[in-house]
């Protein structure tokens, strides 16, 4: 994947438009400006999709159209939610025949700051190519795109609605090319970078100085995530709090999923017994809204999961990653654990209008 400075992505709209300076309104420029100065250029882009507003509105109303499932039952955003930060509160999503998807909805935000994205797959490094995974999956069908490709791509070259929207969004393509497969995939993935969630407590004590965003407990909470005996920042860093300290993909055998059988994890792709039980290490953003938690959705609540995490040391699964050692928190600590967790969450990324439904709104 290639990294891309942010500004450069604007850059690139402006002379692509003919402007000389940003349009207020505009959704690229609400983007960057809901996202910290000092972390602006980690956003990574796909050099073939800079993003362009004409893109990102085009993208909008595709991630709530659900005739982007093959039977018209399910959007995108019936698995992703801005309600719940783009989840969907159920273990394990729905998908278009009724069958359970593999594993739980992850949320969708700060996408752009990722390297990876599937629980157990490691192979794919841009929103641009995970999006096959639910267009295209079959064991089991998500929307179902795997030989309708061409029955549901005519459903939108056929709408007056959408004409001069994928016109605006390809101005250089002709009209005999503007439907196609990619192109639906390079809009939903440009409204899907513009997602970004930066105004949580935590945000707002780390990135814009204000030392009273996180209360006494939190700032306690805080410290314990940090401490040598826990070691959750040795797995949740980063600016989404799931990159890891180590050098390898961050995918980790937790040793709480005894069933191998059930959880296979990262071996079910590669075949490689040592990737037994290995997942995507998750965000940790916006648990507040994002519950239930784990790659199954096991878990309801965040008491829950640090129970599992104290209990780590009776795990004997020979492949658990050695951070996994177990602890022992008192009540207070264990509330300040959790109120530290509680202040990643930013409250206005659900609320913003720019990202909700805009058949509803029309």
Not at 226 to 243: P, R, V, Y
Not at 287 to 306: C, K, M, R
């Amino acid at each position: 994947m290639k990294r891309v400075l942010f500004i450069g992505i604007w850059l690139y709209i402006i002379v692509q438009s003919g402007c000389t300076g940003f349009n207020s309104e505009t959704i690229v420029e609400k983007t960057e400006q809901e996202i910290p100065l000092a972390i602006r250029n980690e956003f990574y882009s796909d050099p073939s999709n800079p993003i362009t507003d004409a893109k990102v509105e085009l993208g909008r109303y595709l991630f709530y159209d659900k005739r982007l499932s093959v039977n018209k039952t399910k959007s995108c955003a019936s698995c992703h939610d801005p309600r719940f930060s783009f989840t969907d509160t159920y273990r394990r999503s729905v998908g278009a025949y009724g069958d359970l998807t593999a594993f739980n909805s992850p949320p969708l935000i700060n996408l752009a700051f990722n390297r990876y994205f599937t629980y157990a797959d490691t192979s794919f490094h841009t929103p641009e190519k995970q999006i096959n995974n639910p267009m295209f999956a079959d064991a089991p069908v998500e929307l179902g795109w795997k030989g309708n490709e061409a029955k549901l791509l005519r459903q939108f070259e056929n709408d007056a609605f959408y004409q001069p929207l994928f016109s605006k969004a390809f101005p250089a393509v002709s009209n005999e090319e503007l439907f196609t497969v990619k192109h639906v995939q390079y809009c939903i993935t440009s409204f899907i970078k513009t997602i970004v969630s930066f105004h949580s407590p935590y945000d707002e004590y780390n990135y814009y100085g204000n030392k009273t965003a996180l209360n006494k407990s939190a700032l306690r909470g805080m410290v314990l995530f940090n401490s040598a005996e826990l070691k959750c920042n040795q797995c949740h860093g980063g600016i989404n709090f799931n990159e890891s300290s180590f050098k390898s993909a961050p995918y980790v055998n937790t040793g709480l999923f005894p069933d191998t059988t059930l959880h296979r994890g990262l071996a079910a792709k590669t075949g490689n017994a040592a990737d037994v039980g290995k997942y995507k290490i998750p965000t940790l953003r916006n648990l507040a809204f994002t519950s239930p938690y784990l790659h199954d959705g096991s878990v309801e609540s965040l008491q829950e999961v640090i129970g599992m995490f104290e209990k780590g040391k009776l795990s004997t699964d020979k492949n658990k990653h050695p951070y996994i050692t177990g602890f022992t928190l008192n009540l207070q600590q264990r509330n300040d654990l959790i109120q530290f967790l509680l202040c990643l969450s930013d409250s206005s990324v659900i609320k913003k209008s720019y990202y909700q439904d805009p058949w509803g709104i029309k």
